[in-house]
């Protein structure tokens, strides 16, 4: 079964400084990777994707992650934090990009002044 | 485009009272979700719809939660009846296999005491 794991519950960093967010993810063959961001009261926004192809994706607000088979990793990445992405930030996985995904516990993200 | 819009916001009520969650998917989108977001468990897919049929229901907790989607633009979530463990935010999402990731909607936060 597929199964994501996000091992930091909580980060702080901060502002300016560069951020790096961890998944960890189970799957026999090649996944669907997925980044998204929550703010409080809010809805899943999508930030990016992955399913083939290059393993560095770009995504939205300056966020990219990279996809490493090898350590079944898909890390996410920005290289200079601002005070309005203090979020929770969910990783997932899936079969296809359109059917069932299961999500990480999610890192809330904290940025200090 | 309005987005995945879910009605009530927010819904308080008593233990033993029925609850209808309802969701309105962005139009073209043949697949829906509706997932559960609490604290303890995360993110947890209750069940989906593939062209209004549903296709997983595995993770509806109980038979006292119930779904239907009469038509490819309305989908409802039945507790019948609530109890304060189902106390939580529940979204809907919809996308199409011609999208890779899910549109989510702002969620319903669900409070039964």
């Known amino acids: 079964a597929q199964s994501v794991t996000q091992p930091d519950i909580h980060i702080t960093v901060s502002e300016g400084a560069s951020l790096e967010l961890r998944c960890n993810y189970s799957y026999g063959a090649t996944p669907y990777l997925f980044w998204y961001v929550q703010s409080p009261g809010q809805g899943l926004q999508l930030l990016l994707k992955?399913?083939?192809?290059?393993?560095l994706v770009q995504g939205i607000k300056g966020f990219e992650a990279e996809f490493k088979r090898s350590q079944s990793s898909f890390n996410l990445r920005k290289p200079s934090v601002h005070w309005s992405d203090a979020a929770e930030y969910f990783c997932a996985v899936g079969d296809t990009g359109f059917q069932k995904l299961v999500f990480g516990t999610g890192t809330r993200l904290l940025v200090s002044p | 485009d309005a987005g995945v819009i879910q009605s009530p916001r927010h819904e308080v009520t008593e233990m033993g009272q029925e609850v209808t969650l309802r969701c309105k998917p962005i139009s073209g989108h043949d697949y829906l979700f509706w997932y559960r977001q609490t604290m303890m468990r995360g993110l947890e897919l209750l069940i989906y719809f593939n062209n209004n049929v549903p296709i997983d229901d595995s993770g509806m907790p109980e038979d006292r939660f119930s779904a239907k989607m009469p038509n490819a633009s309305f989908s409802t979530l039945k507790i019948q009846p609530s109890e304060p463990r189902d106390s939580a935010v529940y979204f809907c999402?919809?996308?199409?296999?011609?999208?890779?990731?899910?549109?989510f909607g702002s969620g319903t936060r669900l409070t039964v005491v």
């Open positions: 992955y399913f083939s192809g290059d393993t």
């Open positions: 999402a919809s996308t199409t296999p011609a999208n890779y990731g899910y549109t």
